[in-house]
Nanobody, 121 residues
Framework: QVQLVESGGGLVQAGGSLRLSCAAS????????MGWHRQAPGKQRELAAI???????NYADSVKGRFTISRDDAKHTVDLHMNSLKPEDTAVYSC???????????????WGQGTQVTVSS
């Protein structure tokens, strides 16, 4: 019922910038929190950034001051602006959203398929 589609990943040199975008579509009544997780090779998935429906934002310590999350509720999108990228930021980035649909009403978690971000040194 709900799909999340990411875009914007790719290869960038250290110190560069990328913007990831994620669009939710489907039978959406409302979206609570939205965010981005990332998983580097051989490591556990970690939360990179989250933004609530009221606009409160939280970031992993490793990305604070470099990444900025934003959302557009009219378009059901969440973006992650990544600056001063480091090789250790290399990972698959997946967006997620806590969505209430017209049919289920209660909140459910939905995930995108993931997009690769590679930062070269």
């Amino acid at each position: 019922q709900v799909q999340l589609v990411e875009s914007g990943g790719g290869l960038v040199q250290a110190g560069g910038s990328l913007r990831l975008s994620c669009a939710a579509s489907g039978n959406i009544l409302s979206i609570d929190s939205m965010g981005w997780h990332r998983q580097a090779p051989g490591k556990q998935r970690e939360l990179a950034a989250i933004i609530t429906s009221s606009g409160d934002m939280n970031y992993a310590d490793s990305v604070k001051g470099r990444f900025t999350i934003s959302r557009d509720d009219a378009k059901h999108t969440v973006d992650l602006h990544m600056n001063s990228l480091k090789p250790e930021d290399t990972a698959v980035y997946s967006c997620y959203a806590v969505v209430r649909t017209y049919s289920t009403r209660g909140p459910n978690n939905y995930w995108g398929q993931g997009t690769q971000v590679t930062v070269s040194s």
